[in-house]
T-cell receptor, first 115, second 110 residues
Framework: GAVVSQHPSWVICKSGTSVKIECRSL??????MFWYRQFPKQSLMLMAT?????????EQGVEKDKFLINHASLTLSTLTVTSAHPEDSSFYIC???????????FGPGTRLTVT | KQEVTQIPAALSVPEGENLVLNCSFT??????LQWFRQDPGKGLTSLLL?????REQTSGRLNASLDKSSGRSTLYIAASQPGDSATYLC?????????FGAGTTVTVRA
């Protein structure tokens, strides 16, 4: 149980285009979904937290107009990287949690390469 | 702001040796402490979750302890195997967020 999927698993796009990444909780309803990014050989950095039906809460330093998060249902959240640039190339990982015990279940990640 | 530190950053041991991975956190007001495994280019696999009211958790060859007052957690892996080679991340859960350490990269030599 507690499976989280991400799609796509990897994507290559050209600079200036937008890319959408989906995160789904397959066998449970998630109270909250989280988006992280991870640069090579570094740890995960939380980008934003979203609850179904409400606006996402972004961490300091994360551009909300560049990283658009939509949380339309209790099982689906999307991250759109708008006007992508090479410096946005990274590994993006989502997670989902239920209210208690606040354990987060992680997706397999999406490798984004912007050329 | 919660700061999580993992020492050492890298560890290489011969097969069969026990592994001890350390994690420290600055704010003891945590809900839980999680240990994850990450293989290169892959997502996270949850290993153990310790609630704030617990002192340790065990799963097979893995045992994790938690000392909130001193802000420390330790992951023990008994009788290491080459398949245990990976990066191990600890994360402190405060409120509903997780703060991650930078990880310990483990290499188990056959």
């Amino acid at each position: 149980g507690a499976v989280v999927s991400q799609h796509p698993s990897w994507v290559i796009c050209k600079s200036g285009t937008s890319v959408k990444i989906e995160c789904r909780s397959l066998d449970f309803q998630a109270t909250t979904m989280f988006w992280y990014r991870q640069f090579p050989k570094q740890s995960l950095m939380l980008m934003a937290t979203s609850n179904e039906g409400s606006k996402a809460t972004y961490e300091q330093g994360v551009e909300k107009d560049k990283f658009l998060i939509n949380h339309a249902s209790l099982t689906l959240s999307t991250l759109t990287v708008t006007s992508a640039h090479p410096e946005d190339s990274s590994f993006y990982i989502c997670s989902a949690s239920v209210a208690q015990p606040y354990e987060q279940y992680f997706g397999p990640g999406t490798r984004l390469t912007v050329t | 702001k919660q700061e999580v530190t993992q020492i050492p950053a890298a560890l290489s041991v011969p097969e069969g040796e026990n592994l001890v991975l350390n994690c420290s956190f600055t704010d003891s007001a945590i809900y839980n402490l999680q240990w994850f495994r990450q293989d290169p280019g892959k997502g996270l696999t949850s290993l153990l979750l310790i609630q704030s009211s617990q002192r340790e958790q065990t799963s097979g060859r893995l045992n994790a302890s938690l000392d909130k007052s001193s802000g420390r957690s330790t992951l023990y892996i008994a009788a290491s195997q080459p398949g245990d080679s990976a990066t191990y991340l600890c994360a402190a859960g405060d409120d509903y967020k997780l703060s991650f350490g930078a990880g310990t990269t483990v290499t188990v030599r056959a």
